[in-house]
């Protein structure tokens, strides 16, 4: 089976501009959820999508939004940027059986804001 | 509140010498634990986790972590180091309040010398 997999893999943008982060789950998964690692950092949980509804969602202000689509995948969009959103977005898929089953990590996307 | 606290920010071993990699959780409920790892430039991957089966817990590439419920504590320990153990290492546990929120720690760089 293919791994998580996230697009793109490096993304540069200016501030007050917008990005849109896509994952794909593993197959067979029905959850996805968002975690923000800023250098040096351990991950913070942006949001969690199950079965194409939100199920949860961290400390971030509303200009982080998500959806998830009928095939599982899921964006991930933040709005007028700032300097210190610059961060890896990592995208983890679960759910084969149950919202509590292990999560499994892609690569993640490297967001820079200048 | 769920938290985890890695004690060592930095260890330093010596290729064939034992890891020990620490850290002391807080949770009102019956934790899962894991431990993942995340090499330069790339994602997170499981190394091991705890459901609340055995305490010795056994994972990938020789790590185990028991839990100790006594002491809070879920300690990473390997027998022998190898060059390609170099990594950062997060204590994470799972938030199970309704979803699946992971809550990593701030992570452990191990550096491993020849």
């Known amino acids: 089976d293919a791994g998580v997999t996230q697009s793109p893999t490096h993304l540069i943008k200016t501030r007050g501009q917008h990005v849109t982060l896509r994952c794909s789950p593993i197959?067979?998964?029905?959850?996805v959820s968002w975690y923000q690692q800023v250098l040096g950092q351990g991950p913070q949980f942006i949001f969690q999508y199950y079965e194409k509804e939100e199920r949860g969602r961290g400390n971030f202000p509303d200009r982080f939004s998500a959806r998830q689509f009928p095939n599982y995948s899921s964006e991930l969009n933040v709005n007028a940027l700032l300097l210190g959103d610059s961060a890896l977005y990592l995208c983890?898929?679960?759910?084969?059986?149950?919202?509590?089953?292990?999560?499994?990590f892609g690569p993640g996307t490297r967001l820079t804001v200048l | 509140a769920q938290s985890v606290t890695q004690l060592d920010s930095h260890v330093s071993v010596s290729e064939g010498t034992p890891v020990l990699l620490r850290c002391n959780y807080s949770?009102?409920?019956?934790?899962?634990l894991f431990w993942y790892v995340q090499h330069p430039n790339k994602g997170l991957q499981l190394l091991l986790k705890y459901t609340s089966a055995a305490t010795l817990v056994k994972g990938i590439n020789g790590f185990e972590a028991e839990f100790k419920k006594s002491e809070t504590s879920f300690h990473l320990t390997k027998p022998s180091a190898h060059m390609s153990d170099a990594a950062e290492y997060f204590c994470?546990?799972?938030?199970?309040?309704?979803?699946?929120?992971?809550?990593f720690g701030a992570g452990t760089r191990l550096a491993v010398h020849p």
């Open positions: 949770s009102s409920y019956s934790p899962s």
């Open positions: 994470v546990v799972s938030d199970a309040g309704g979803y699946n929120k992971l809550i």
């Open positions: 983890a898929s679960s759910g084969r059986e149950r919202l509590t089953d292990t999560q499994y």
């Open positions: 197959s067979g998964h029905k959850s």
